[in-house]
C-alpha cells in the first residue's frame, strides 16, 4: 500500500510530520511536498514553468521525502507521476494548522492537493485543525490512523475525496464525528497596503447565519459542537456526497477511537 503524503505549507512544517506519524504503519509512506509556504493556491498548477523535484531529508526513519518548488498540485502530479512512478493508493493532505472549511476548500493548497490527486484517479482525503492546536495531538493522531484506514480499505473507490476539520482542542474533549456540508458562506477579504506600493490580500469568510444559528449539519456547525467534521466531496465533480459509504465508515471509526 503506497501512501503519498503532502501538504501546502511545505516539507519541513511539522504538520505533514504529525500526518506521517500517523499513517506511517498503514504502508510504504513517501512525502512530496512543496519546497516552501504555498497557502491559499487552491488547486493551481506552474503552467510553462520548470518545477524541480529534489530529495530531501526525513525526519522519519522509512519515509522518503521529496521537495518540489511549485504548488501542492505540482507536488501530488510529480509524486504520482516521477518519485512513484504511477503506483500511488491514496493521497493524503495536511495537517493544515488552520480551519480548510466552506469557500475556503477552494482556495486551499491543502484541499487543492487532495482535489488534484481525486482528478488523477486516486482516493484522497485532507485533514486540517485549529492553527492554536498542538499539531501532535496523540488523540487526534489516532482518529486520522482510523480515518486513513477507511480511505486505503479495498471498498473505498477510486477517486474518492475527503475533507476533515477537527474542532478545537480548547474547547474541550472532542465529542464524536459527523458528515458535514460545506457551510454556505461569502468571502469577507482584507487589503492591505505595503511598502513597496502592493497589497497584501488576506482571506476570511463571513458566514450567513439565519437567526445567529449556523446552519445544521454544516462543518462550520459540526465544530461549533465540538465533533470532528468530515465532508465526502465527489472526486469528479466536486459536490456534497452525504451518502457515501466510506463516509459513514469513517465516521463509525472515528467514534470508535473517540468512544
Not at 61 to 74: E, F, I, K, M
Not at 99 to 105: D, E, G, H
Amino acid at each position: 500500500m503506497k501512501i503519498l503524503v503532502t501538504n501546502d505549507d511545505g516539507f519541513e512544517n511539522d504538520g505533514i510530520w504529525a500526518l506521517v506519524n500517523a499513517v506511517k504503519e498503514l504502508g510504504d509512506v513517501t512525502i512530496v511536498a512543496p519546497v516552501g509556504n504555498q497557502s491559499g493556491v487552491g488547486t493551481a498548477i506552474s503552467f510553462r514553468q520548470s518545477v524541480h523535484i529534489n530529495k530531501a531529508a526525513s525526519r522519519v526513519d522509512g519515509v522518503d521525502c521529496y521537495a518540489v518548488s511549485g504548488t501542492p498540485a505540482d507536488s501530488v502530479i510529480l509524486g504520482i507521476e516521477q518519485a512513484l512512478d504511477g503506483e500511488v493508493d491514496a493521497v493524503v493532505a495536511g495537517i493544515n494548522p488552520g480551519f480548510n472549511t466552506s469557500r475556503n476548500l477552494f482556495i486551499s493548497g491543502t484541499m487543492g492537493a487532495a482535489i488534484q490527486g481525486a482528478a488523477k484517479g486516486v482516493k484522497s482525503c485532507a485533514f486540517s485543525m485549529d492553527h492554536l492546536d498542538d499539531i501532535n495531538d496523540q488523540g487526534v493522531g489516532n482518529i486520522i490512523t482510523a480515518l486513513v484506514k477507511e480511505l486505503i480499505d479495498p471498498e473505498t473507490p477510486r477517486a474518492s475525496l475527503f475533507n476533515v476539520n477537527f474542532p478545537p482542542l480548547s474547547s474541550g474533549e472532542i465529542q464524536g464525528a459527523e458528515g458535514a456540508i460545506p457551510a454556505p458562506s461569502e468571502f469577507k477579504n482584507l487589503i492591505e497596503p505595503q511598502s513597496d506600493g502592493g497589497f497584501e490580500i488576506y482571506s476570511g469568510l463571513k458566514v450567513m447565519i439565519d437567526r445567529t444559528e449556523l446552519t445544521p449539519g454544516t462543518d462550520l456547525e459540526v465544530l461549533h459542537r465540538n465533533q470532528v467534521a468530515i465532508s465526502a466531496l465527489g472526486g469528479p465533480t466536486l459536490t456534497h456526497q452525504p451518502n457515501d459509504s466510506t463516509l459513514h465508515r469513517m465516521i463509525d471509526a472515528a467514534n470508535r477511537v473517540i468512544g
